[in-house]
């Protein structure tokens, strides 16, 4: 596989960024700014330095600079007086905008999809990972082709080719056409491979947990929390990309398949969701998301909603939900005051542990909530029945006496309704 790197954000040194938003109507200015913080972030985590912002008001988008012509003009010199590399806008902008902007500034125009992609490519790992990152990023660049200079010129014509011929653009545009191609045809092979894998893991009758969240809210320490994984838990964005699982023995004596997955932010590019959707597909047949939350975060209820904005998105709306509020630890976490305030919910510190055990109970609850774990007593000649007990439910314990096999096996209504001849009361 040819992995294309990301070129968005240069990495040989600390580029200098001026961050651009713009309040438009429905939006506040603290609205705003917490979005520009957040975007700040975002770019210390691609490798750059925020050096300026630039704020503006406006009724509506200008088609040609997204600011207009005059703010355009004052940004250029905001940036010639802060020696600024490239020019970061909180909102999407159009190629054309884009490419206006780059001419009149003199340098670099970007929006917050570019950084976002820019962060995959750096931290994607796994050949699923990066080929993944690669279809977002040739999916987000291939309406921003555009002539460069005579490089791009026509090319002469030969046998077989008479006529006009194509232009290098024509050229580039048809490659990563079929970069795409290749790229999606790789990863339906993906797909089906872990098709499979969930057959067999579908017939082991292990029920999966999926841990989704907003990005860095806990979600590896959680895992390591849960199931002794050992996986690098790092404090900064889009830390994890490639999905991890782990298996988890419950109190009750099953066993569940935990997963670690991507995680999540407001206005995550769709171009990332629909790159991801293989590695999503664990958050769309789990049978229970839990759904890690900073807890130390002012801005819990509103990453709490941006989570539930891309699980519907993906169609895992339905999916039920254990609500964690992690970082217990942290100086003036509120993870024990937002719990109160969501019946159901759980509070924790995955660093420390503390109040892990109430999370682990709560996460056996959730699965139980339709399932039952009976008792069957299977004389000795019905192997069948045995059998069935395995593919229909988890086992959990066998004992075998002179006439009979005695099974505790965990069943939902339908499995347990099948196998009343042999439960003992």
Same mark, same amino acid.
């Given at each position: 596989?040819?992995?294309?790197?990301?070129?968005?954000?240069?990495?040989?040194?600390?580029?200098?960024?001026?961050?651009?938003?713009?309040?438009?109507?429905?939006?506040?200015?603290?609205?705003?700014?917490?979005?520009?913080?957040?975007?700040?972030?975002?770019?210390?985590?691609?490798?750059?330095?925020?050096?300026?912002?630039?704020?503006?008001?406006?009724?509506?988008?200008?088609?040609?600079?997204?600011?207009?012509?005059?703010?355009?003009?004052?940004?250029?010199?905001?940036?010639?007086?802060?020696?600024?590399?490239? =020019?970061?806008?909180?909102?999407?902008?159009?190629?054309?905008?884009?490419?206006?902007?780059?001419?009149?500034?003199?340098?670099?125009?970007?929006?917050?999809?570019?950084?976002?992609?820019?962060?995959?490519?750096?931290?994607?790992?796994?050949?699923?990972?990066?080929?993944?990152?690669?279809?977002?990023?040739?999916?987000?660049?291939?309406?921003?082709?555009?002539?460069?200079?005579?490089?791009?010129?026509?090319?002469?014509?030969?046998?077989?080719?008479?006529?006009?011929?194509?232009?290098?653009?024509?050229?580039?545009?048809?490659?990563?056409?079929?970069?795409?191609?290749?790229?999606?045809?790789?990863?339906?092979?993906?797909?089906?491979?872990?098709?499979?894998?969930?057959?067999?893991?579908?017939?082991?009758?292990?029920?999966?947990?999926?841990?989704?969240?907003?990005?860095?809210?806990?979600?590896?320490?959680?895992?390591?929390?849960?199931?002794?994984?050992?996986?690098?838990?790092?404090?900064?964005?889009?830390?994890?990309?490639?999905?991890?699982?782990?298996?988890?023995?419950?109190?009750?004596?099953?066993?569940?398949?935990?997963?670690?997955? =991507?995680?999540?932010?407001?206005?995550?590019?769709?171009?990332?969701?629909?790159?991801?959707?293989?590695?999503?597909?664990?958050?769309?047949?789990?049978?229970?998301?839990?759904?890690?939350?900073?807890?130390?975060?002012?801005?819990?209820?509103?990453?709490?909603?941006?989570?539930?904005?891309?699980?519907?998105?993906?169609?895992?709306?339905?999916?039920?939900?254990?609500?964690?509020?992690?970082?217990?630890?942290?100086?003036?976490?509120?993870?024990?005051?937002?719990?109160?305030?969501?019946?159901?919910?759980?509070?924790?510190?995955?660093?420390?542990?503390?109040?892990?055990?109430?999370?682990?109970?709560?996460?056996?609850?959730?699965?139980?909530?339709?399932?039952?774990?009976?008792?069957?007593?299977?004389?000795?000649?019905?192997?069948?029945?045995?059998?069935?007990?395995?593919?229909?439910?988890?086992?959990?314990?066998?004992?075998?006496?002179?006439?009979?096999?005695?099974?505790?096996?965990?069943?939902?209504?339908?499995?347990?309704?099948?196998?009343?001849?042999?439960?003992?009361?």
């Amino acid at each position: 596989m040819t992995y294309i790197p990301s070129t968005l954000i240069e990495r040989t040194f600390r580029e200098k960024i001026v961050l651009v938003g713009v309040v438009f109507p429905g939006t506040t200015p603290d609205a705003l700014e917490r979005q520009l913080d957040e975007l700040a972030l975002l770019v210390d985590t691609a490798g750059a330095d925020v050096v300026a912002r630039v704020v503006q008001r406006r009724d509506a988008p200008d088609p040609a600079t997204f600011v207009g012509s005059g703010k355009v003009q004052e940004l250029r010199e905001i940036c010639l007086a802060v020696d600024a590399d490239t =020019v970061v806008f909180e909102h999407a902008l159009s190629p054309a905008q884009q490419r206006n902007l780059e001419k009149i500034l003199g340098r670099t125009a970007i929006d917050r999809t570019a950084v976002i992609l820019d962060i995959f490519a750096q931290n994607a790992r796994t050949p699923e990972g990066k080929a993944q990152v690669e279809l977002a990023l040739l999916e987000y660049r291939l309406p921003r082709l555009r002539r460069a200079g005579g490089s791009l010129s026509q090319q002469a014509g030969g046998i077989g080719t008479r006529g006009p011929g194509e232009t290098q653009l024509e050229v580039d545009r048809r490659r990563l056409v079929q970069r795409i191609h290749h790229i999606r045809a790789e990863l339906r092979q993906i797909d089906r491979t872990r098709g499979v894998q969930r057959q067999g893991r579908a017939r082991g009758r292990h029920r999966e947990v999926t841990l989704v969240g907003y990005t860095n809210s806990g979600k590896s320490s959680m895992l390591n929390a849960l199931t002794d994984a050992g996986v690098v838990a790092e404090d900064r964005l889009f830390a994890t990309l490639d999905p991890r699982t782990r298996q988890r023995q419950l109190p009750g004596g099953e066993t569940v398949l935990i997963t670690d997955t =991507v995680g999540f932010i407001s206005n995550l590019p769709h171009e990332l969701v629909q790159a991801f959707m293989s590695t999503l597909k664990s958050v769309q047949l789990a049978d229970l998301l839990v759904h890690v939350v900073d807890g130390s975060s002012d801005e819990a209820e509103r990453q709490i909603a941006a989570v539930r904005d891309v699980l519907s998105e993906i169609d895992a709306r339905d999916v039920p939900e254990l609500l964690v509020f992690n970082k217990a630890d942290v100086e003036g976490s509120r993870s024990r005051e937002l719990s109160a305030q969501h019946p159901g919910s759980a509070w924790v510190s995955a660093l420390t542990h503390e109040n892990l055990d109430a999370v682990i109970g709560a996460i056996g609850d959730a699965l139980r909530t339709n399932d039952r774990i009976v008792t069957l007593r299977v004389p000795m000649e019905r192997g069948d029945v045995v059998a069935a007990a395995h593919r229909e439910g988890e086992v959990i314990e066998t004992t075998v006496t002179e006439d009979a096999v005695v099974l505790r096996v965990l069943l939902d209504e339908v499995g347990a309704a099948r196998f009343a001849e042999w439960r003992e009361p």
